[in-house]
């Protein structure tokens, strides 16, 4: 069976991953991981399905999903970003200048509770009433107690513009790009990477932050990209991806991250895995990116065998229970919320 999906031919998996794949005038040869990939997905899923419904351990019998620490299938369900989604966008002003400037600050640093220390002793977070000062003695002295003021999750590097600490470079950042008009120019995009292109152009804002940071701010009912507009792939996903397909996806990773959305009911149906996606909506581009990133740390335990780029051998997070309930709020554009 084949597919013509945009400007290339995909060949679709039949029975065994022992099929080829041809993309982008190249024929791939999947692993045992590229199944992998797809029984992670299913697994961890039913995992957050199971959870959700409040059904009590274990929700898996996997021991690597039990053991060790995984982000969900759908970025959007992880709680940072059920954070962002529902108390930084949709909370307080609905101004786009005022969303961008919240939806960056609380990214930036990515950690809760550095956002609830801002918004306790600010009272509300507002790019019109900013105050350089208020908020670095703010940092400052979380810092200075010893307080984490960013999240491992992801390194934003920061940009050297003449402050002596991090987070005052970042400070100076966003100031920087809110008073060059930023937030206007994404908003006047006309596609999802010529946003990633605007943010792409300020220091210290890779290519990956730079998709990762569209993304969060496409949540918002301003913006009204689809997930399946385009995708960069981080450094995480390529590490999946050469172990799903070997050296020969090197420079493709972003379309075979679209082959895998494109096909991913077939592979589910082909090895006879329940996936129901999120209140029916299919894993997008940006979900495949992190589902190949966490199946390179999966594999690195199932699969210690078959490497990747980075070389790592283990999984450093083990997982630990969060009691709070979960959150599954998001962007009413999506028509997910009851």
């Known amino acids: 069976?084949?597919?013509?999906?945009?400007?290339?031919?995909?060949?679709?998996?039949?029975?065994?991953?022992?099929?080829?794949?041809?993309?982008?005038?190249?024929?791939?040869?999947?692993?045992?991981?590229?199944?992998t990939c797809w029984r992670f997905a299913s697994a961890r899923q039913a995992v957050y399905e199971a959870r959700l419904a409040g059904l009590a351990q274990p929700w898996t019998d996997d021991p690597i999903l039990s053991q060790h620490r995984f982000t969900n299938c759908y970025r959007a369900a992880d709680r940072v970003s059920q954070t962002l989604i529902g108390d930084v966008i949709y909370q307080g002003s609905q101004d786009w200048d005022e969303i961008f400037f919240r939806t960056l600050l609380f990214k930036i640093f990515n950690r809760e509770s550095t956002w609830q220390l801002l918004t306790r002793e600010l009272g509300e977070v507002r790019w019109d009433a900013y105050d350089y000062r208020a908020y670095d003695q703010i940092l400052s002295a979380a810092f200075t107690k010893g307080r984490r003021l960013y999240s491992a999750a992801y390194i934003v590097p920061p940009p050297q513009l003449g402050e002596g600490r991090k987070h005052r470079n970042h400070l100076r950042l966003l100031e920087m790009m809110m008073t060059a008009g930023v937030p206007g120019r994404v908003l006047e995009a006309a596609t999802m990477r010529e946003a990633y292109e605007v943010l792409l152009g300020y220091p210290a804002i890779g290519p990956f932050l730079a998709y990762q940071f569209t993304v969060d701010l496409n949540y918002a009912s301003q913006m009204a990209f689809s997930e399946m507009d385009f995708v960069m792939p981080g450094p995480g996903a390529r590490d999946g991806i050469r172990k799903c397909f070997g050296r020969s996806a090197d420079g493709i990773e972003a379309d075979v991250i679209r082959y895998m959305a494109d096909s991913q009911q077939e592979h589910f149906a082909?090895?006879?895995?329940?996936?129901?996606?999120?209140?029916?909506?299919?894993?997008?581009?940006?979900?495949?990116?992190?589902?190949?990133?966490?199946?390179?740390?999966?594999?690195?335990?199932?699969?210690?065998?078959?490497?990747?780029?980075?070389?790592r051998s283990r999984i450093k997070q083990s997982y630990r229970l969060d009691a709070r309930p979960l959150r599954a709020w998001f962007p009413p554009k999506w028509g997910l919320n009851d």
Request: aromatic share 4%; charged share 25%; proline share 5%.
């Open 1 to 35: 069976m084949v597919i013509l999906t945009q400007d290339r031919e995909t060949s679709v998996l039949a029975d065994t991953a022992s099929e080829t794949v041809r993309l982008s005038g190249r024929v791939l040869q999947p692993t045992r991981v590229f199944d």
């Open 270 to 311: 082909r090895l006879d895995l329940p996936f129901h996606g999120l209140k029916g909506r299919p894993l997008q581009l940006i979900d495949c990116q992190n589902l190949l990133c966490e199946v390179d740390k999966y594999a690195r335990v199932a699969h210690p065998e078959i490497a990747g780029i980075s070389g």
